[in-house]
């Protein structure tokens, strides 16, 4: 599985649009790009999953440019119940394990 | 179907001793898996099953670990022999197969004494 590196932490106000960048330099041609949010002592929950230029759903959007080397989360509007951890993983979607591989992940802090 | 859910919640045990735990994946899904979460670092992978088969197991921390899934239904994780290094926060999740999408329990949060 590809190696992703992203911020450790981040702060935002609320209502404000937040954009998590996720760096995966060795994303192989078959991988897709999959984000999943923690909030404590929870187990994390699916957000959204892209391969390639944009993706929207209720929550949030996944911006991938062409290279696909890299790909951004965008929340709009954040809430402090935004307040998470928000990890990147990028893997292919058809292989024999689908083991998740999550890094350290991103703590946002939402403040009022 | 209420989603996955593992029991118990917490478990404080003694060193030396064994522990079980059982996770119920969401009925339709095939594919159930273990992860364990340390404070401060994101989960980490243990073992998945497909149906009652277990297909990867080389990622167990120790041969005092162990999973089952007898009837591909619930699974349940055994620590054998505990170690307060085993301290930590054990998820389960379930997926359909081929999928990213994977749900996940609310964890069981062991701490050994």
């Not at chain 1, 995966?24 to 699916?46: C, E, K, L, M, V």
């Not at chain 2, 209420?2 to 478990?11: A, C, E, L, M």
């Not at chain 2, 149906?51 to 009837?71: T, Y």
């Amino acid at each position: 599985l590809a190696k992703t590196t992203q911020p450790i932490s981040m702060d935002s106000y609320e209502g404000q649009e937040v954009n998590i960048t996720c760096s995966h330099n060795n994303i192989a041609t078959n991988d897709y790009i999959t984000w999943y949010q923690q909030f404590p002592s929870q187990g994390p929950r699916f957000i959204i999953q892209g391969y390639k230029t944009k993706v929207t759903n209720e929550v949030a959007s996944l911006f991938i440019p062409a290279d696909r080397k890299s790909s951004t989360l965008s929340l709009p509007r954040v809430s402090l119940s935004d307040t998470a951890v928000y990890y990147c993983l990028v893997g292919e979607e058809d292989n024999a394990g689908n083991m998740l591989t999550f890094g350290g992940g991103t703590r946002l802090m939402v403040k009022p | 179907d209420t989603g996955v859910s593992q029991d118990p919640r917490h478990k404080i045990t003694k060193r030396g001793q064994n522990v079980t735990f059982r996770c119920d994946p969401i009925s339709e899904h095939n594919r159930l898996y273990w992860y364990r979460q340390t404070l401060g670092q994101g989960p980490e992978f243990l073992t998945y099953f497909q149906n009652e088969a277990q297909l990867e197991k080389s990622r167990l921390l120790s041969d005092r670990f162990s999973a089952e899934r007898p009837k591909g239904s619930f699974s349940t994780l055994e620590i054998q022999r505990t170690e307060q290094g085993d301290s930590a926060m054990y998820l389960c999740a379930s997926s359909w197969p081929g999928s990213y999408e994977q749900y996940f329990g609310p964890g069981t949060r062991l701490t050994v004494t």
